[in-house]
């Protein structure tokens, strides 16, 4: 049976993006999250993307733990209003924590480092080294060039089957938010241990 979940990790963009359906979509993840319980991780900044869902959550009574390197505390802007804020040495150790108090994870919209992130901890589910869920919110088909080069490495031969079907996605964020509390690792990908993600980043 699939494990409960009680937080989620949303991986965004520092900016908001040109369309403003990015920002509606972080806005009413948000809101699902708060109303059904689910506390937010994310990284710690007061701008783009990432403030909006954390605004989102705060103001719909939810909690909100926020995870910033000290040197990107000027340049994301640490959110002052959280439930806590964490202030790490580095971006090692802020993808440690985050992952360490989620229960699954979502990719908003974002650049390069959403993309790092989100296939961090793709990477680790792949190899068994945790069982939790990731999801990718589709917004307005912003993703649908990078599913389609994952369906071209799976047929390719670089990409397993099995691993494929790993990343949910969904451009609802309700559905979204249902798949990921249904999800079950799929035969054939094996879990080395239920450790948490501290014990195994580099």
Not at 36 to 55: E, F, P, R, S
Request: one cysteine or more.
């Amino acid at each position: 049976m699939p494990e409960k979940i009680r937080s989620l990790c949303v991986y965004c963009g520092s900016s908001a993006g040109h369309d403003p359906a990015f920002a509606h979509a972080a806005r009413q993840l948000g809101e699902l999250m708060a109303q059904q319980g689910l506390g937010l991780v994310y990284g710690g900044g007061h701008v783009g993307l990432m403030g909006i869902i954390a605004d989102a959550v705060l103001a719909s009574g939810g909690e909100v733990t926020g995870v910033i390197p000290k040197a990107l505390m000027h340049k994301e802007v640490g959110h002052q209003r959280l439930t806590r804020l964490l202030v790490v040495s580095d971006m090692h150790e802020r993808k440690a924590l985050m992952a360490e108090h989620a229960d699954g994870f979502i990719a908003l919209p974002g650049g390069i480092g959403t993309l790092e992130e989100l296939f961090e901890v793709m990477t680790w589910l792949q190899l068994g080294y945790h069982a939790k869920p990731v999801g990718l919110l589709n917004v307005r088909g912003f993703y649908d060039e990078l599913l389609a080069f994952l369906a071209k490495q799976r047929d390719a031969g670089f990409l397993r089957a099995e691993h494929h079907s790993l990343l949910l996605t969904d451009s609802d964020p309700a559905l979204l938010i249902e798949r990921l509390r249904r999800f079950e690792m799929p035969a054939g990908v094996s879990v080395f241990s239920r450790i948490q993600a501290r014990s195994f980043v580099p």
